[in-house]
């Protein structure tokens, strides 16, 4: 009944792109703020991104800016997160999450299942 799911991630070489979607059900994405976490075996979990409910605010990652964009498409219920001059140190299992005041207090109430990123040659 409520769910929020990631897809998008795959293979790609040095300098390419991709798209991550996180698509809502049982509740409205508008109405929360937003964030996109990565995990490599053997690192901690890093927030990469992070949009607030009324769009007044994003994060970024000193790693990704420049690179990686977060956005909202209400109309979907999806946030996507664009990576694009993608590098090998980009590779992990992708998650978003959502929370009323997420991207400020960390208070995710929500979360997807993954998905795994490969940045390779």
């Known amino acids: 009944q409520v769910q929020l799911v990631e897809s998008g991630g795959g293979l790609v070489q040095p300098g390419g792109s991709l798209r991550l979607s996180c698509a809502a059900s049982?509740?409205?994405?508008?109405?929360?703020?937003i964030g996109w976490f990565r995990q490599a075996p053997g690192k901690e979990r890093e927030r990469v991104s992070c949009i607030s409910r009324g769009n007044g605010f994003t994060y970024y990652a000193d790693s990704v800016k420049g690179r990686f964009t977060i956005a909202r498409d209400n109309a979907k219920n999806t946030v996507y997160l664009q990576m694009n001059s993608l590098k090998p140190e980009d590779t992990g299992v992708y998650y978003c999450?959502?929370?009323?005041?997420?991207?400020?207090?960390?208070?995710?109430?929500?979360w997807g299942q993954g998905t795994q990123v490969t940045v390779s040659s």
């Open positions: 049982g509740f409205t994405l508008a109405y929360l703020d």
């Open positions: 999450g959502a929370g009323l005041s997420a991207c400020r207090a960390s208070d995710f109430g929500s």
